[in-house]
């Protein structure tokens, strides 16, 4: 976290490499820990061909739900709608790996599946990919399961994206005609780093291009942002709506830091309370997912365990 603090630029494009660079080393020195635990993948939708994948990190000690079953995060992603993948090409490989199995390590089965992109797809595809992958699962645990834990608890699903993975899993949990399939099994969510808002009416930041590919016009984005979908729900989607848990690192963008201005008022004037927050001290945009199961700037993620523990027990 020392080279990253050095950092002074906050925007995307100019920390994403020279970060993930930071951590590659310290990963690769432990790479034979993080990969004691085990990771199977599995095809979640054999009708296409590309970004139809998931992987599956099994817990050595499992955290134990009140039926005796191991409890499931699934975790999504960003790459600003065009880009990413559950695992990056050499030298960056352990990235999601090793977010994969802290996550395992803490007891948790956990799920990173990928989704499908700008330019292939547009809206709400990719938040419809997320949730066929969450439906896979379910539908699937004697194929996923492993006979060293206990069986896959398809009733205590947390899920967590990033960026704009965290702007999928949102309209995965606010777009009724996405989420009406997996809203009852989720437990929680857990929103990270991404957009509430995607046209700033004051317009102190725009949209890029891939964004715009993905939501469409500007009025379209206006309508899909999912700062519109939460002020449609009606009172009592509000009050059946999962436990909701913010996190952002405490050097993000400006976008985003706007954003998260607009979302924290929404949240606590409907829901009567202000939201849960984690704020990951001394890192940026892209530091908090790329420093688990690096030994420094973990304190982020367990206290992200320690909300979804709470909620299982």
Same mark, same amino acid.
């Given at each position: 976290m020392d080279i990253i603090s050095k950092f002074v630029e906050t925007g995307?494009?100019?920390?994403? +490499?020279?970060?993930?660079?930071?951590?590659?080393?310290?990963?690769?020195?432990?790479?034979?820990?993080?990969?004691?635990?085990?990771?199977?993948?599995?095809?979640?939708?054999?009708?296409?061909?590309?970004?139809?994948?998931?992987? $599956?990190?099994?817990?050595?000690?499992?955290?134990?739900?009140?039926?005796?079953?191991?409890?499931?995060?699934?975790? $999504? @992603?960003?790459?600003?709608?065009?880009?990413?993948?559950?695992?990056?090409?050499?030298?960056?490989?352990?990235?999601?790996?090793?977010?994969?199995?802290?996550?395992?390590?803490?007891?948790?089965?956990?799920?990173?599946?990928? @989704?499908? +992109?700008?330019?292939e797809v547009n809206f709400p595809a990719s938040s419809e990919d997320i949730r066929d992958a969450v439906n896979w699962v379910c539908a699937n645990v004697d194929v996923i399961g492993v006979p060293s834990i206990p069986a896959p608890d398809v009733d205590a699903i947390f899920i967590m994206g990033h960026s704009a993975g965290d702007v999928h899993t949102k309209i995965l949990s606010l777009y009724p005609p996405v989420s009406s399939t997996v809203h009852p099994r989720f437990k929680g969510v857990i929103w990270s780093g991404g957009s509430w808002v995607i046209v700033d009416e004051k317009k102190r930041f725009r949209p890029e291009v891939p964004t715009t590919q993905y939501f469409g016009s500007q009025e379209q984005q206006r309508e899909r942002q999912p700062r519109a979908f939460w002020n449609a729900l009606s009172d009592e989607q509000i009050k059946d709506h999962p436990d909701i848990l913010l996190v952002r690192a405490e050097r993000e963008p400006d976008w985003l830091l706007l954003s998260w201005e607009e979302i924290l008022p929404d949240i606590e004037k409907r829901r009567g309370e202000a939201p849960q927050m984690i704020i990951g001290k001394g890192h940026n945009h892209i530091s908090p997912n790329w420093a688990l199961c690096s030994g420094q700037g973990e304190e982020w993620g367990e206290e992200v365990v320690k909300w979804m523990k709470v909620r299982i027990n």
């Open positions: 995307v494009a100019a920390i994403n +490499l020279k970060t993930a660079a930071a951590f590659v080393p310290i990963l690769d020195e432990r790479k034979a820990e993080i990969e004691k635990i085990e990771r199977k993948t599995f095809v979640y939708d054999d009708k296409r061909h590309t970004k139809n994948e998931l992987d $599956v990190y099994y817990p050595l000690n499992p955290t134990l739900t009140k039926s005796g079953k191991t409890p499931i995060l699934f975790f $999504v @992603y960003g790459g600003g709608y065009n880009s990413g993948s559950k695992e990056f090409p050499e030298p960056f490989s352990m990235a999601y790996r090793a977010l994969g199995s802290f996550f395992a390590q803490h007891g948790f089965i956990t799920v990173i599946s990928d @989704y499908r +992109l700008v330019p």
